[in-house]
């Protein structure tokens, strides 16, 4: 059996999450379900180990997503993408002190998350 790109979208907005998932989907790629908190995300990617994190950067919980990529990178070295709809200068300093794969400003552009997954898959 052939191995499927495994991707963790973390998403408060739910409509959002779902469509993401639904054009990854037809990407070929395996998505785990969507997770709307920051402190709920680091757990799941802890265990799963996806091969590529989507993180939005403002969440609903305790841990924005900036806040969740650090913890999940102490313990696993995990691919990140932020994206986000919304953002300072400061946030997004924040954000790429993290060294994230990239940084996309919402709407996401679905050809852009497919050549990361691509340049991944080849690495």
Do not use: C, H, W
Request: glycine fraction near 4%; charge should be negative; proline fraction near 5%.
């Amino acid at each position: 059996m052939q191995y499927k790109f495994k991707v963790l979208i973390v998403e408060d907005e739910f409509l959002t999450a779902i469509s993401l998932k639904m054009d990854l989907e037809k990407l070929g790629v395996d998505v785990l379900k969507p997770i709307a908190k920051g402190e709920d995300a680091v757990p799941v990617a802890i265990q799963e180990n996806p091969d590529l994190i989507l993180m939005d950067i403002r969440l609903a919980g305790g841990l924005d997503g900036i806040e969740a990529a650090e913890e999940i990178l102490i313990k696993r070295k995990i691919p990140i993408v932020f994206m986000t709809g919304y953002a300072t200068e400061e946030i997004k300093e924040r954000a790429l002190k993290v060294n994230p794969v990239d940084y996309l400003d919402k709407p996401v552009d679905i050809n852009r998350i497919k050549q990361i997954i691509d340049t991944l898959k080849n690495e």
